[in-house]
């Protein structure tokens, strides 16, 4: 080998390791990772990076998923773990995070009060059946929470989404995707100086505080719920991030609609929940018949200039709940049994908005429809989110609604429709609808009136028993039922995750409610697939590889017989020997 050659193999020698050391510094001066999984799963928002680096105290995060968990449960643990990871990287003050099994015990008796305390924290354990090795079904309590404790302030945070409708390896993978959101979400609301306030408006009906305390001490975790009547002040609103009109049952005067007109021109936001009919659900009670009329509390025409009209129609729907019903015949001992309620729909939740992806099905009462095609302005985009199943009927009020009748109609000629929408979002630039109008008299206007808004968002809904809490007990000393449970069924439908969700989309500016939308891909065999190959691929994956391995040892010793074994020459042998033997 020549010294030229040489001279360029240590000079290339030398610029690899320079280059390795040059990267090695460089890398301490610039942050930044990779993230090569096509749905982005080990990526933070810009929202969260930014908020973690804004910490100003080491949070503490105690995870209860722990223990002998079934593969969809490990998958779960596996990717809070690699979140908490995560962001551990980007808190300026950096994050401790242990995980806890609450059924580690030295008894049973401990283990019992191991779940007694996680339950007076609020963290329900979940039941999980499996099989033992002989087959027998055994259950399983599993935690999926766990706590985040900042400054002294310690969060509760649910790890698993729960809708029925759904298969649990859908459900688990619906959690895996809101786990950034279940996280940053409660922490946000903690690091808030002084929280944001929401009010629901009275003196027209609307619910009694009563009748939607579950709705206001839900929100209240995020928010300082007021309630009161709007007054002639037409900036009386502008401290509400949120306004919350539920279920009015007396008319709005022009005044009072001027104010929210204008509130909503200045970027305020509404939720509205208007019952299109009215009903007299005593007579209901009593005889099983009320007449429904339509509900006029005079805001039709302001949320049709919005875009959308609550139509005057009663829902009916194959897809409701159940209800005792006796069914023994007359003098017989009473015998109840569950019967459909037609008139109580469980509403589908659209996957694909941030206020009902992945929630369960809503829970609804006499509730009407929604038109959404009175207005096509480009500038006011909606979606729907909640909608019937595809065996509705709309029954046009005025109308008589007899409960004798509600079984005697053919399911099949009469639920005919489909889809239909109850609840939607808008979003967009809205026309005043005291555009080119008078001020109404009694309000104190100190200004020209706004006739288009800002950009800013509502979301109606066509019914109001949505937000709407059984109260039960004394009155002196009441118990609050949680809006969306069927104490028949003993079953918890999306009701409160649709209200809370409804107004953190409302309220977030920064987009924080679309970390909700966040989908990680499913990706499942096909089972009917793999049992069909199953000897197929078991060959492929067992015994290829080691025929393989063999068929290669054995070219690999052919080859080196061939390039490496010099050939036996007798001559040749004979002239060397002869020449050891000259020189000796």
């Given at each position: 080998m020549s010294m030229n050659m040489m001279r360029n193999k240590w000079v290339a020698l030398a610029m690899v390791i320079f280059a390795l050391v040059l990267a090695n510094v460089l890398v301490q001066f610039f942050f930044f990772r990779l993230d090569l999984t096509e749905d982005g799963r080990y990526s933070l928002s810009g929202n969260t990076e930014g908020m973690l680096s804004s910490l100003t105290a080491k949070p503490h995060v105690i995870v209860y998923l722990d223990g002998d968990l079934n593969p969809g449960f490990l998958r779960l643990k596996k990717a809070t773990q690699e979140l908490l990871e995560e962001m551990k990287v980007y808190a300026a003050e950096g994050l401790d995070y242990s995980f806890v099994n609450p059924s580690e015990a030295t008894d049973q008796k401990q283990r019992e009060q191991n779940y007694l305390r996680l339950e007076r924290m609020g963290i329900q354990g979940v039941s999980v059946f499996e099989k033992d090795e002989e087959g027998k079904a055994i259950q399983k309590i599993v935690f999926p929470w766990a706590q985040m404790i900042y400054r002294g302030d310690t969060i509760n945070v649910s790890l698993l989404e729960q809708n029925h409708l759904l298969s649990g390896a859908e459900n688990l993978n619906n959690s895996i995707g809101n786990l950034e959101y279940a996280f940053m979400e409660p922490l946000r609301v903690v690091m808030q100086k002084t929280p944001e306030k929401v009010a629901f408006i009275e003196g027209h009906g609307e619910h009694p505080a009563p009748y939607v305390y579950d709705a206001s001490y839900s929100l209240s975790r995020y928010f300082q719920i007021d309630r009161g009547v709007l007054s002639d002040d037409p900036h009386v609103l502008d401290p509400y991030k949120a306004i919350v009109i539920a279920g009015p049952q007396t008319a709005y005067s022009e005044s009072d609609k001027f104010i929210i007109d204008q509130y909503i021109m200045r970027g305020g936001k509404v939720l509205w929940l208007i019952d299109g009919i009215r009903m007299a659900f005593d007579s209901l009670s009593t005889t099983g018949t009320s007449p429904a009329i339509p509900l006029d509390v005079n805001l039709s025409d302001q949320l049709f200039r919005y875009g959308v009209r609550v139509l005057p129609v009663v829902l009916e729907d194959m897809q409701c709940i159940q209800v005792p019903m006796n069914v023994s015949e007359p003098g017989q001992a009473p015998k109840y049994e569950g019967m459909p309620f037609y008139y109580s729909p469980l509403l589908l939740a659209s996957p694909d908005h941030p206020i009902t992806k992945g929630i369960n099905q809503v829970q609804a009462m006499f509730a009407s429809g929604l038109d959404l095609n009175v207005s096509d302005n480009p500038d006011i985009r909606k979606s729907v989110l909640l909608v019937t199943s595809n065996a509705s009927h709309a029954t046009q009020v005025p109308a008589r609604i007899n409960m004798n009748d509600m079984y005697a109609m053919d399911s099949k000629t009469y639920f005919t429709q489909h889809y239909l929408p109850v609840a939607a979002a808008l979003e967009g630039t809205f026309p005043s609808v005291f555009a080119n109008r008078m001020v109404p008299e009694g309000v104190r206007v100190d200004a020209k009136?706004?006739?288009?808004s800002s950009r800013t968002r509502m979301v109606v809904v066509a019914n109001s028993s949505i937000i709407r809490n059984d109260v039960t007990g004394d009155p002196q000393n009441p118990q609050f039922v949680e809006m969306g449970f069927d104490r028949y069924s003993n079953v918890r439908y999306g009701n409160r995750d649709f209200i809370v969700n409804a107004v953190l989309y409302l309220t977030d500016d920064e987009g924080w409610i679309n970390l909700r939308s966040r989908e990680v891909k499913?990706?499942?065999l096909n089972k009917v697939e793999v049992l069909k190959g199953k000897r197929f691929w078991q060959v492929l994956?067992?015994?290829?590889?080691?025929?393989?391995?063999?068929?290669?040892?054995?070219?690999?010793?052919i080859?080196?017989?061939?390039?490496?074994?010099?050939?036996?020459?007798?001559?040749?042998?004979?002239?060397?020997?002869?020449?050891v033997k000259e020189k000796k």
């Open positions: 009136p706004l006739t288009s499913l990706r499942m994956n067992v015994e290829a590889p080691l025929v393989l391995l063999l068929l290669f040892a054995l070219f690999y010793r080859w080196r017989r061939r390039h490496w074994t010099a050939p036996y020459r007798p001559d040749t042998l004979s002239d060397e020997m002869n020449a």
